[in-house]
């Protein structure tokens, strides 16, 4: 059996639950205009509420999911929340389900955790565990979600070199004049900053863009969250 010391998902969940704690109810986050008691409810209804979660990622059902979190968010004391989410999801949970933790959650606890830690004073970016990269490295991909709607074509680009396409928009609505740069963009960062950048943290994300001046333009101009 993983301990939290082997599993990163594990170890991460133990970490952003230790960052709720210390920075405390109030505390501002990087996550949408959430405060710490905003972003603790998301994470207990999302693991424990499965009529709810589903409008985290359809817009149409977001109305309900926001209703359930203010509702938690006002009834549950900020440390049963914290500690709530810090004890794994509940038995009945699609999260409960062996591996879905590890597939569904790393990249989800990475980013809320950063979301806490950079939304304080002099904060610099963790070293990774290489087992913590590669695993955000392989959930990456999301990112063709998020940027679905970027008029230009991106790459992001690890320290390695290996790289991933994950917008193709200025095959189409670029090269049309469709509000799209003039070629491709390349974005070059640490995986961790890929994954804070490609999820709409692009203001804290350490990344270099490189490509011609008018596609960076468009991107940098361009919003997208997750």
């Known amino acids: 059996m993983s ?8 170890r991460e969940r133990g970490l952003l639950a230790g960052a709720l704690a ?10 949408g205009g959430w405060d710490a008691r905003d972003l603790a409810a998301h ?17 149409p059902l977001a109305f309900y999911t926001e209703r359930v979190r203010r509702r938690t ?9 914290v500690e709530r989410f810090r004890q794994g999801p509940p038995k009945l949970s699609p999260y409960a389900v062996p591996g879905v933790d590890k597939t569904a959650n790393g ?16 904060w610099e970016p ?14 990456i991909k ?4 998020v940027l679905r709607k970027v008029h230009v074509e991106v790459t992001l680009v690890r320290p390695d070199g290996r790289s991933v396409r994950v917008s193709g928009g200025a ?28 999820l709409g943290r692009t203001d804290v994300a350490k990344v270099r863009l490189t490509g011609p001046t008018d596609s960076v333009k468009t991107l940098t101009e361009t919003g997208w969250s997750l």
């Open 126 to 139: 963790r070293d990774l565990s290489g087992e913590l990269e590669e695993l955000l490295w392989r959930r």
């Open 43 to 59: 994470l207990v209804v999302r693991e424990g509420r499965p009529d709810a979660a589903p409008g985290i990622l359809l817009p």
């Open 73 to 81: 968010a006002r009834a549950v004391p900020f440390d049963r929340l």
């Open 107 to 122: 990249v989800e606890f990475f980013v809320h955790h950063e979301d806490i830690r950079r939304a304080g004073p002099d």
């Open 3 to 10: 301990t939290p010391e082997d599993d990163p998902v594990r």
């Open 22 to 31: 210390e920075a405390g109810a109030d505390a501002p986050t990087r996550c």
């Open 171 to 198: 095959r189409g609505r670029g090269r049309s004049g469709g509000g799209g740069g003039s070629g491709p963009v390349r974005v070059h960062g640490a995986v961790g900053e890929l994954v804070l950048w490609a």
């Open 142 to 145: 999301i990112a063709r979600f």
